[in-house]
């Protein structure tokens, strides 16, 4: 199962419409779960894979354990909840000059992950239904790799040293 997650505050339905377009072209066997935010009138409705627009911690949870692979914005929450299950994200950063966020972090977040192994950035639509399209091609398998369970050593170390200054 792939989870997409928008995050709790707004709906993101550029990343929401791509995923079901993708899923769309899959076939009945496919399975995708989203949390989707809190939907307006005008807001985007998947019509290709089941959702929710909010979910108790407890289920968001379940979803995440149980999925091969998490599709994101570029929130800390949906990475940090990645790399605590080792689960392999994809994640699409909001814009804020497509009205999608207040300002652009989220470009600068996916950026400074960028080069983390299990993390892939799409920097367009295009390039998410491409990197779904590697997924699956590799029998869901991530090729990016598998996230690590703990820190980097060197932040680990540049940590303690901190500490005990």
Same mark, same amino acid.
């Given at each position: ?15 929401? /419409? ?5 899923? @769309?072209?899959?076939?009945?066997? %496919? ?15 998947? /019509?290709?894979? @089941? %959702? ?5 911690? =407890? ?5 995440? /354990? ?20 080792? /689960? ?34 799409? =920097? ?10 590697? %997924? ?30």
């Amino acid at each position: 199962m792939i989870f997409l997650t928008v995050g709790t505050q707004l709906p993101f339905d550029r990343l929401v /419409k791509t995923v079901d377009e993708w899923c @769309a072209r899959q076939g009945d066997d %496919f399975v995708c779960f989203a949390q989707v935010g809190r939907l307006g009138q005008k807001n985007y409705r998947p /019509k290709h894979f @089941a %959702f929710e627009e909010r979910l108790s911690h =407890d289920f968001f949870e379940e979803r995440l /354990k149980a999925s091969r692979l998490v599709i994101s914005h570029a929130g800390m929450g949906s990475i940090i909840s990645a790399l605590t299950y080792q /689960k392999p994200i994809l994640i699409l950063p909001r814009l804020a000059n497509l009205g999608e966020h207040r300002n652009e972090h989220q470009l600068a977040t996916a950026e400074r992950f960028r080069s983390r192994p299990g993390i892939t950035v799409a =920097d367009n639509e295009g390039l998410l239904a491409a990197r779904l399209d590697d %997924f699956r091609a590799n029998d869901w398998i991530w090729p990016a790799g598998a996230l690590p369970k703990y820190a980097n050593q060197d932040l680990i170390d540049a940590l303690r040293s901190f500490i005990m200054q």
